[in-house]
C-alpha cells in the first residue's frame, strides 16, 4: 500500500513528460511549412526531378507576393479556382512555361527558378491576359472611413451629386432622415470598405473576389505573418488613399486601390529593408507614394496604372540613401522572408558592435 502514491507520481510524470513533448512538437512541426520550407527544398534535392519542378512552379506562383513557399502556391491556386479555373490555368501554364524556360537556358537560370523568382511575373500575366501601423495610421484610416460614409449617405440619400456642408445636406448627410436610416448607411459603406482590405490584395493576381482575396491573405500569413500584417495595411492605406481623392466607390470596393500600397508595404517593411521601426514608418509612406505615381501615369502619360506605381515608388524608396544604421537594406543574396530577414540583420547588426573594424 505504501508503493501506491509513489507510482502514481511516477505515473503521472510520465503523461506530463509526454505532453510537453507535444508541445514542443507542435511548434515545430509548424516551423517546416511555414517561412520559405528551406528543409523541405533541401529534402528534395535527391529526389526525382518531377517533385522538384512541382515545388519550384508552386514557388513561383506565390513569388507575386514575395513568398517563396510550395504550401502558400497551393493556397493561392485555390483562391485562383475560387475566383475563376481560367485564370487558374493561365497561372499555372504561364507559371510552367516559365521554369521550363529557365531550365533550358543556362544553369544560372535553373538556380534562380529553385527560389521561383523567374516565374512569378509569368504566373501575373498569366492572370492578367486571361482578365480582358501605428495609431496615427490608424486613426487617419479611420477619419477617411468617416468621410466616405459620409458621402455614400449623401450619394445615396440626397440626390445624384453629394453636397457636402451645404444644401440640402449637413456633413454629407440629409435633413429629415431618422438616425436609423442614417446608421444602417453607414453600416453598409463600412461592411464594402472592410470588405475592400481583402479584395484589393486579391487584386495582386487580377482577382476581385472577396473570398479568394482572404485565401491570399492566409496564403502570406503562413509563409510570414509581418508579410502579411503589411500586406493588409497597404490594402489599407490604398483605400484611405481613395477615400481621400475622392475616388469612384466602385473602383474602392473592387480593390484597385489597395493592391499597389500591398506590395509596396511588403517590399519596403521587411522584404528589401529589414524591419524596423523606421523602416516600418518608411513602407507606410511608401504604401501612400503608388497613389501619386499612378494617378500620374494615368493623367499625364495615359498609361493604365497596372503595377507600375508599385514598381516605381518601391524603386524609388530603395535608391535612397541614408547613414542611419536602422534603415539595412538586406544584400540580395539573403533575402528570404521578413522574420528570418531581420533575424540577419540582427547578427550583422551584432557582429558590427563586437567587432566594428
Same mark, same amino acid.
Given at each position: 500500500?505504501?508503493?501506491?502514491?509513489?507510482?502514481? !507520481?511516477?505515473?503521472?510524470?510520465?503523461?506530463?513528460?509526454?505532453?510537453?513533448?507535444?508541445?514542443?512538437?507542435?511548434?515545430?512541426?509548424?516551423?517546416?511549412?511555414?517561412?520559405?520550407?528551406?528543409?523541405?527544398?533541401?529534402?528534395?534535392?535527391? !529526389?526525382?526531378?518531377?517533385?522538384?519542378?512541382?515545388?519550384?512552379?508552386?514557388?513561383?506562383?506565390?513569388?507575386?507576393?514575395?513568398?517563396?513557399?510550395?504550401?502558400?502556391?497551393?493556397?493561392?491556386?485555390?483562391?485562383?479556382?475560387?475566383? $475563376?479555373?481560367?485564370?487558374?490555368? $493561365?497561372?499555372?501554364?504561364?507559371?510552367?512555361?516559365?521554369?521550363?524556360?529557365?531550365?533550358?537556358?543556362?544553369?544560372?537560370?535553373?538556380?534562380?527558378?529553385?527560389?521561383?523568382?523567374?516565374?512569378?511575373?509569368?504566373?501575373?500575366?498569366?492572370?492578367?491576359?486571361?482578365?480582358?501601423?501605428?495609431?496615427?495610421?490608424?486613426?487617419?484610416?479611420?477619419?477617411? #472611413?468617416?468621410?466616405?460614409?459620409?458621402?455614400?449617405?449623401?450619394?445615396?440619400?440626397?440626390?445624384?451629386?453629394?453636397?457636402?456642408?451645404?444644401?440640402? #445636406?449637413?456633413?454629407?448627410?440629409?435633413?429629415?432622415?431618422?438616425?436609423?436610416?442614417?446608421?444602417?448607411?453607414?453600416?453598409?459603406?463600412?461592411?464594402?470598405?472592410? !470588405?475592400?482590405?481583402?479584395?484589393?490584395?486579391?487584386?495582386?493576381?487580377?482577382?476581385? $473576389?472577396?473570398?479568394?482575396?482572404?485565401?491570399?491573405?492566409?496564403?502570406?500569413?503562413?509563409?510570414?505573418?509581418?508579410?502579411?500584417?503589411?500586406?493588409?495595411?497597404?490594402?489599407?492605406?490604398?483605400?484611405?488613399?481613395?477615400?481621400?481623392?475622392?475616388?469612384?466607390?466602385?473602383?474602392?470596393?473592387?480593390?484597385?486601390?489597395?493592391?499597389?500600397?500591398?506590395?509596396?508595404?511588403?517590399?519596403?517593411?521587411?522584404?528589401?529593408?529589414?524591419?524596423?521601426?523606421?523602416?516600418?514608418?518608411?513602407?507606410?509612406?511608401?504604401?501612400?507614394?503608388?497613389?501619386?505615381?499612378?494617378?500620374?501615369?494615368?493623367?499625364?502619360?495615359?498609361?493604365?496604372?497596372?503595377?507600375?506605381?508599385?514598381?516605381?515608388?518601391?524603386?524609388?524608396?530603395?535608391?535612397?540613401?541614408?547613414?542611419?544604421?536602422?534603415?539595412?537594406?538586406?544584400?540580395?543574396? !539573403?533575402?528570404?522572408?521578413?522574420?528570418?530577414?531581420?533575424?540577419?540583420?540582427?547578427?550583422?547588426?551584432?557582429?558590427?558592435?563586437?567587432?566594428?573594424?
Amino acid at each position: 500500500m505504501e508503493d501506491g502514491p509513489s507510482m502514481v !507520481k511516477v505515473d503521472q510524470g510520465g503523461n506530463q513528460g509526454s505532453l510537453c513533448r507535444g508541445r514542443r512538437c507542435f511548434p515545430k512541426a509548424l516551423g517546416y511549412i511555414t517561412g520559405d520550407m528551406k528543409e523541405f527544398a533541401n529534402w528534395l534535392k535527391d !529526389k526525382p526531378q518531377v517533385l522538384q519542378f512541382v515545388d519550384w512552379v508552386l514557388r513561383g506562383i506565390s513569388q507575386v507576393v514575395f513568398v517563396s513557399n510550395p504550401i502558400s502556391g497551393i493556397l493561392i491556386l485555390v483562391g485562383l479556382l475560387v475566383q $475563376n479555373p481560367w485564370w487558374a490555368l $493561365n497561372g499555372c501554364v504561364g507559371t510552367v512555361v516559365s521554369t521550363l524556360t529557365a531550365l533550358l537556358l543556362t544553369a544560372a537560370l535553373y538556380h534562380l527558378g529553385q527560389g521561383g523568382t523567374t516565374c512569378f511575373l509569368a504566373c501575373k500575366l498569366g492572370d492578367w491576359i486571361s482578365w480582358s501601423l501605428g495609431p496615427v495610421s490608424i486613426t487617419l484610416i479611420l477619419f477617411f #472611413c468617416l468621410f466616405a460614409l459620409s458621402r455614400a449617405t449623401s450619394t445615396t440619400y440626397g440626390g445624384s451629386q453629394a453636397r457636402g456642408l451645404t444644401g440640402h #445636406c449637413v456633413f454629407g448627410c440629409p435633413r429629415g432622415f431618422s438616425p436609423g436610416v442614417l446608421m444602417t448607411a453607414f453600416a453598409k459603406s463600412f461592411l464594402q470598405l472592410l !470588405k475592400s482590405l481583402p479584395v484589393g490584395v486579391g487584386q495582386i493576381y487580377g482577382c476581385d $473576389n472577396l473570398w479568394t482575396g482572404a485565401i491570399f491573405l492566409g496564403a502570406i500569413l503562413l509563409s510570414s505573418p509581418l508579410m502579411c500584417l503589411h500586406a493588409a495595411i497597404g490594402s489599407l492605406l490604398g483605400i484611405a488613399a481613395g477615400l481621400s481623392l475622392s475616388a469612384p466607390f466602385e473602383d474602392i470596393y473592387v480593390g484597385l486601390w489597395g493592391y499597389n500600397s500591398s506590395l509596396a508595404c511588403i517590399a519596403i517593411g521587411g522584404m528589401f529593408l529589414a524591419l524596423t521601426w523606421q523602416t516600418h514608418l518608411l513602407a507606410l509612406a511608401c504604401g501612400e507614394y503608388p497613389v501619386a505615381c499612378g494617378l500620374f501615369l494615368l493623367l499625364q502619360v495615359g498609361l493604365p496604372s497596372c503595377t507600375w506605381p508599385f514598381c516605381l515608388a518601391t524603386l524609388l524608396f530603395l535608391l535612397v540613401t541614408t547613414k542611419n544604421p536602422n534603415i539595412y537594406r538586406m544584400p540580395l543574396s !539573403k533575402i528570404t522572408y521578413s522574420e528570418e530577414n531581420r533575424i540577419f540583420y540582427l547578427q550583422t547588426k551584432k557582429r558590427m558592435m563586437e567587432s566594428p573594424l
